[in-house]
């Protein structure tokens, strides 16, 4: 492990020593120290005893399958979780996100890539942070902890799509998004969706917010461009 004071602590659950070796050398190299599981079992009890700031988690682990501990991890931390895995069906990473992944990457996989995931999935965890805080009335509260969306006393959860659509919009109010630069960053992992499907997490996203205002609508759809986050009553343009 990484002696250095202070610096994010890396949980790699890989059963691939080799791999493992190689991941930790390129984290060590960017400042961070680490800790390896080769194996599912002592997972749970390893994280709640060392509080890791990420947890690099492969789906393939002997003694226990990363989706059920990636479920069960999300169900009592909020530490984030990138999945590595050479299992690259759909469904596979429609599961690891809806369980609460951060993020997901397919083997075989750059090291180097590997890294600059980690990075930004803590700088956005950082980042994220402050936009939890406290809002004046009225305004959105996001809370990608928990993947629910707060406004004054009324709370609902998102999925990790919905939720990753909404950041991305919120961040930026008033700007258009085209639904490929909304597909690129929701899916990361740069799978090839049709705008149909952009417009389906919308359709879904827009009636769960109508909970927290019905009065208004806040993601607005741009005629032959894509969709705006604007707060403002007032119907879409």
């Known amino acids: ?63 226990r399958d990363g989706l059920s501990l990636c479920r069960e991890i999300r169900a009592e931390s909020q530490v984030p979780i990138i999945i590595t895995t050479a299992r690259v069906e759909e469904i596979d990473r429609l599961l690891g996100l809806e369980l609460g992944a951060d993020d997901y990457v397919c083997k075989p996989y750059s090291p180097r890539e590997l890294v600059a995931r980690v990075k930004a999935v803590l700088r956005r965890q950082r980042s994220d942070t ?14 990608p902890t ?20 909404l950041e991305t919009l919120y961040r930026t109010p008033g700007r258009i998004y085209s639904r490929e630069q909304l597909m ?40 032959g461009v894509g969709y705006r986050y604007e707060e403002q009553t007032g119907a879409s343009a």
């Open 1 to 63: 492990m990484n002696d250095t004071p202070h610096a994010p602590l890396i949980l790699i659950v890989e059963d691939e020593q080799r791999l493992a070796g190689l991941v930790t050398d390129y984290l060590h190299a960017s400042g961070y120290r680490s800790a390896h599981l080769a194996e599912g079992t002592t997972v749970l009890d390893w994280i709640r005893d060392h509080c890791p700031a990420l947890v690099l988690l492969d789906l393939m682990l002997p003694g």
């Open 146 to 165: 928990r993947l629910r969306v707060r406004s004054d006393t009324t709370e609902i959860e998102l999925t990790a799509v919905e939720f990753a659509l």
């Open 130 to 143: 402050t936009l939890s805080q406290p809002q004046p009335s009225g305004a959105l509260t996001l809370d």
């Open 184 to 223: 690129e960053h929701i899916y990361r992992d740069r799978r090839v969706v049709s705008d149909r499907t952009i417009d389906s997490h919308v359709k879904k996203l827009r009636r769960k917010l109508a909970e927290l205002h019905p009065e208004r609508e806040l993601i607005h759809a741009v005629y």
